[in-house]
């Protein structure tokens, strides 16, 4: 049965709500939609009036393809809420005069890491994502969140899987557009054997990648992937972790390197490969922490190579955080956790006397509760600086400053 609605917000995830609750997809406050009902969230059937959020979206994809949520609403106000995203949660933690910075955003074009799923069907090899909330798998064409590199691979992807995949089987294909050349990793039920491995050789240099792994272990090698960090190169392991976007990592990079100060010694916790401990060691003692072992010892290797004063460990610091007597050497630390945040170490820096953290944050709401831990510890929340670097998607990166007297 339908109705008709009017939608006077976006909610958390991005989509429009009405004023007694209801969510509808792909909708902007002031529209005017006939929907039909499909438990808590409705069904747009129609727009009958667009609110003054209302754009065009840019890919053909959009309302179909679950890569995108927000591509339907105007930059401006689509950064502000955005931007309300980061207050919001901050403000349900007590930091009601946060001092939140307008937001940064990155282009269209530069997101250089995804995540396909590609499947045999009887026409050949689909690749794409899967529509929202669901596992039917839309088969794109375009994505111009990609860069170049990863856009331009959709085609020959499709073309030069199919011959590779069985009739209905399915494979997650990681592709991360890194210096030297796309790095493809395979992720599906096959075991190696020789038949396999020289189809997957033939594969990688049909579509003139730099390297192609199976299931983790790399297969074919052209061109070995690495990341250039000033005067450091890293090799890197393969499916590493990178930032979204190599413009937002410049970004955070020099938020981090201008928030420094004349700290000496330096802890970078959850520091992955190094993109932000090998940006700070130009003249600090810098000790990186991960758990990731693949990326701590391609980081080793980096910082030998550059010669820098820099240490890296393996060790879960979710399970074995810095303690306050650990860190009583550091006169900064960084932390960029993962979207669980870094509750057990914020409570150890709570107890410790380090004078500078700087946090990295792909979520606002376990950052504002990590904020909360310090902030009860004697550290004051300086600057809160916002970015989007995951475009057209409710997900928010943001860079904040704590400072404490010793």
């Given at each position: 049965m339908s109705e008709t609605?009017?939608?006077?917000?976006?909610?958390?995830?991005?989509?429009?709500?009405?004023?007694?609750?209801?969510?509808?997809?792909?909708?902007?406050?002031?529209?005017?939609?006939?929907?039909?009902?499909?438990?808590?969230?409705?069904?747009?059937?129609?727009?009958?009036?667009?609110?003054p959020w209302r754009g065009k979206p840019a890919c053909r994809h959009f309302g179909s393809c679950g890569g995108c949520a927000l591509q339907h609403v105007l930059p401006e106000p689509y950064l502000a809420w955005k931007r309300e995203l980061v207050l919001s949660a901050l403000a349900q933690r007590g930091f009601k005069d946060a001092a939140v910075e307008p937001i940064r955003a990155v282009s269209p074009g530069t997101r250089r890491r995804a995540m396909f799923k590609?499947?045999?069907?009887?026409?050949?090899?689909?690749?794409?994502?899967?529509?929202?909330?669901?596992?039917?798998?839309?088969?794109?064409?375009?994505?111009?969140?990609?860069?170049?590199?990863?856009?331009?691979?959709?085609?020959?992807?499709?073309?030069?899987?199919?011959?590779?995949?069985?009739?209905?089987?399915?494979?997650?294909?990681?592709?991360?557009?890194?210096?030297?050349?796309?790095?493809?990793s395979l992720k599906w039920k096959r075991e190696r054997n020789p038949e396999l491995l020289t189809a997957l050789s033939q594969f990688a240099v049909a579509l003139r990648i730099g390297r192609l792994s199976s299931n983790g272990d790399p297969v074919a090698i052209g061109q070995t992937p690495v990341q250039q960090v000033g005067r450091f190169t890293v090799v890197l392991p393969p499916e590493a972790f990178l930032q979204p976007t190599a413009e937002g990592e410049r970004i955070l990079q020099t938020l981090l390197r201008a928030e420094i100060g004349g700290a000496h010694n330096v802890a970078d916790l959850f520091s992955g490969w190094?993109?932000?401990?090998?940006?700070?060691?130009?003249?600090?003692?810098?000790?990186?922490?991960?758990?990731?072992?693949?990326?701590?010892?391609?980081l080793k290797r980096a910082a030998r190579t550059g010669q820098a004063q820099l240490t890296a460990e393996t060790r879960d610091l979710y399970r074995r955080p810095l303690l306050p007597a650990e860190l009583s050497r550091f006169d900064a630390v960084v932390l960029d956790p993962p979207r669980p945040g870094a509750?057990?170490?914020?409570?150890?820096?709570?107890?410790?006397?380090v004078p500078h953290v700087l946090y990295v944050s792909c979520n606002p709401a376990t950052f504002a509760r990590d904020a909360r831990i310090l902030a009860d510890g004697g550290y004051h929340l300086g600057r809160v600086a916002p970015l989007d670097q995951f475009l057209w998607s409710p997900h928010v990166e943001l860079f904040a400053v704590f400072t404490r007297s010793r």
């Open positions: 609605v009017e939608i006077t917000r976006l909610g958390h995830a991005g989509d429009g709500v009405t004023a007694d609750g209801a969510f509808v997809a792909y909708t902007v406050p002031g529209d005017v939609v006939r929907v039909s009902s499909n438990g808590a969230r409705m069904q747009i059937e129609e727009v009958l009036e667009g609110g590609a499947r045999k069907s009887q026409a050949g090899a689909e690749l794409g994502f899967y529509e929202p909330d669901s596992r039917t798998l839309v088969d794109i064409l375009q994505c111009p969140v990609l860069v170049p590199a990863l856009e331009n691979l959709i085609a020959p992807l499709k073309r030069h899987l199919a011959p590779l995949l069985r009739q209905h089987e399915t494979v997650e294909v990681h592709a991360t557009a890194t210096d030297s050349g796309v790095d493809l190094g993109a932000f401990a090998l940006a700070l060691a130009e003249g600090r003692a810098v000790h990186a922490i991960d758990s990731a072992e693949a990326q701590i010892n391609a509750k057990a170490q914020a409570e150890a820096l709570a107890r410790s006397d």
